[in-house]
């Protein structure tokens, strides 16, 4: 052969090569394949082609054959592959394959157990933003904001800033305050829990001393009775109203009994119950004085509550000569010691109590939310203005309590709100805190945990 047939038979067949090669990019490849035509209909075709590639599950299923535009919509044309079915509730995505801006088709396969066939419609669809579309969002919003933040904004900005360094560094400085109130209070606490610790002991020791002298208190009512009959005579009216009479004593005593071993299992079941304790300080913002609270609250299960606490305040109840209430001095120490003790009652989210409210009787309602993070309680007491003679009507007084970290708790609200010239918004904060070794020094003896 000579070289010139030999030149034109390579450039024949480079040329054949590179008309397969281009079939593996072009519709030429897809002449001879069988297969069945699905349609869809999407806003835009941003991104794609004709001969896009046609996905199912990720595995390449068909081509994009047609692409026509009705109205506001684009009409597809899919190309499926035989041997691939797609169910009728497939969803259709079209997201960018790459960075080079193409896109391509997928189809989710659904749960149906019915096929689309050849002419059906895809109606389920779904599209992800390019990656032009997500750097114009960005770009416009960074746009955006730089218009937002003027000079002015950056000035307040600052300022804001600033407030927030400078509250920071108050916050600081109260929490020293707590720490020191914190040790000068643990100090004194072992003392305290040592008398109420003697005190249960005795109420223990009382329980068994009279459990063990019923039997003896029982022999004697029933000489009793035998010498009241022998008294006043064999009448059966009067025997028979005796009887009735030491069968309540006794049912009395059997029930006195049956209470005391109630406390003895109630006292035995310590472990199970709960402690809180709380330590707070309010701010009168009106009378320019403060409150100092501690409280104890003994939870023998979830839903019962015995509250006791010691309150550090001033009592309103002297006249001067001109006919106005005293007030106490700001920074003396006129403050009184009010008690309280309290019996509470939960349900759910709500907490009734009443009982002993600052050496007056009252009753309050408590509202736990957030996990108990957060307390709304309504209280009234001092009914006859024995502790604040500015007013006649009742003391009532909302307070609103927030734990913003484990231990921390602060206050506010609005005090004896019904009376005007005595009413006061406070605030406050404290510490809280629910402790099982507490539980166990008060009824169990353990006082030298805290020492």
């Known amino acids: 052969m000579r070289p010139e047939s030999k030149v034109g038979l390579f450039i024949l067949i480079s040329i054949a090569a590179l008309i397969a090669l281009s079939t593996r990019v072009s519709s030429v490849a897809n002449l001879w394949r069988d297969g069945y035509r699905l349609y869809a209909e999407i806003p835009s075709a941003s991104g794609l082609e004709l001969n896009s590639v046609v996905r199912v599950q990720g595995v390449e299923a068909g081509f994009l054959e047609k692409l026509q535009v009705d109205r506001n ?23 960018q394959e790459s960075l080079l801006g193409g896109s391509a088709i997928n189809l989710l396969y659904g749960d149906s157990d019915r096929l689309l066939g050849d002419g059906d419609r895809i109606a389920k669809y779904k599209s992800y933003a390019s990656i032009d579309e997500a750097i ?3 770009r416009n919003f960074m746009r955006g904001l730089n218009e937002a933040f003027d000079d002015e904004t950056r000035t307040n900005l600052k300022e804001a800033i600033e407030a927030i360094e400078r509250m920071g560094n108050e916050l600081a400085d109260a929490g020293e305050q707590f720490r020191i109130a914190g040790i000068t209070i643990n100090s004194k606490l072992p003392q305290i829990m040592s008398q109420i610790d003697d005190l249960s002991a005795e109420f223990r020791q009382t329980g068994k001393d009279i459990n063990a002298k019923l039997p003896e208190i029982l022999e004697k009512f029933s000489k009793l009775e035998d010498n009241l009959l022998a008294f006043i005579g064999d009448s059966n009216e009067s025997s028979s109203s005796l009887d009735e009479t030491i069968a309540s004593v006794k049912t009395f005593f059997e029930k006195g009994t049956d209470t005391l071993e109630g406390l003895d299992e109630m006292l035995g079941k310590a472990s199970k119950a709960e402690l809180q304790v709380d330590l707070n300080y309010l701010r009168m913002f009106n009378d320019r004085f403060g409150e100092s609270v501690v409280s104890v609250a003994y939870l023998p299960n979830p839903t019962n509550y015995y509250m006791i ?21 700001l ?3 006129e403050d009184d010691y009010l008690i309280s003790a309290q019996l509470g009652k939960r349900y759910d989210n709500w907490l009734l109590r009443g009982g002993l409210i600052r050496d007056t009787g009252g009753v309050g309602l408590d509202y736990f939310s957030d996990d108990d993070r957060l307390k709304l309680s309504l209280e009234a007491y001092d009914f006859n203005a024995v502790n604040d003679i500015r007013g006649d009507k009742a003391h009532l007084r909302f307070t609103a309590r927030y734990l ?8 506010g609200g609005y005090d004896n709100f019904l009376n005007p010239d005595a009413d006061n918004f406070f605030a406050g904060a404290g510490v809280h805190f629910v402790d099982d070794d507490l539980k166990y020094l008060l009824l169990s003896g ?5 020492k």
């Open 446 to 450: 353990g006082t030298s945990f805290i």
């Open 331 to 333: 920074h003396s120490s």
């Open 136 to 138: 114009d969002e960005v």
């Open 73 to 95: 919509k684009v009409v597809l044309t899919l190309f499926i592959y035989e041997g691939h079915k797609i169910s009728e509730d497939s969803v259709m995505v079209v997201a």
């Open 404 to 411: 913003p970290w484990k231990y921390i708790a602060v206050y």
């Open 309 to 329: 606490g010691v309150t550090g305040a001033p009592i309103i109840d002297r006249y001067d000569s001109n006919g106005k209430a005293i007030l106490p001095k």
